[in-house]
């Protein structure tokens, strides 16, 4: 066993991106799921935010509402400036389920987000 290996590069391991339903994906591959797959239900949450107080809020409130649904599937959290004008949202905080820009620019309450969850479910 040597301790040191000169002049060889360790071999990065490159990961397919892993989507939030548990598949791996490329990003070009998206339609309707993040992953690719028909969506049939909710496979995908997201709160878009900059951080603040407000965009938090509105992240733990959709956490509780996803919780209390009995979805198994983990709220995405995303501040990335960039990543949030991927999705066109011009106003704070937003929510987005299996891709698509479901609310924006206004705090939902926990039950709220419930009532978006299982009108969009159905």
């Known amino acids: 066993m040597a301790l040191f290996n000169f002049g060889k590069k360790k071999e990065e391991e490159k990961k ?3 989507c939030c339903c548990g598949s ?9 799921c993040c992953c690719g ?3 049939e239900g909710i496979c995908c949450v997201k709160v ?7 965009c938090h809020e509105q992240y733990e409130n959709a956490q509780a509402a996803v919780k209390a649904m009995g979805l198994n599937l983990e709220v ?3 501040t990335d400036m960039e990543k949030v004008m991927g999705y066109g ?17 206004k705090l939902l309450k926990a039950a ?8 969009l479910s159905d």
């Open 16 to 18: 397919a991106p892993v």
């Open 24 to 32: 791996e994906a490329a990003a070009e591959e998206r339609t309707g």
């Open 37 to 39: 797959a028909p969506v």
């Open 48 to 54: 878009l935010g900059a951080g603040c107080k407000t």
């Open 76 to 78: 995405e959290y995303i």
């Open 89 to 105: 949202v011009m106003s704070m905080p937003a929510i987005v389920v299996n891709e698509k820009v479901v609310s924006m620019g």
């Open 112 to 119: 709220d987000v419930e009532n978006l969850l299982r009108k």
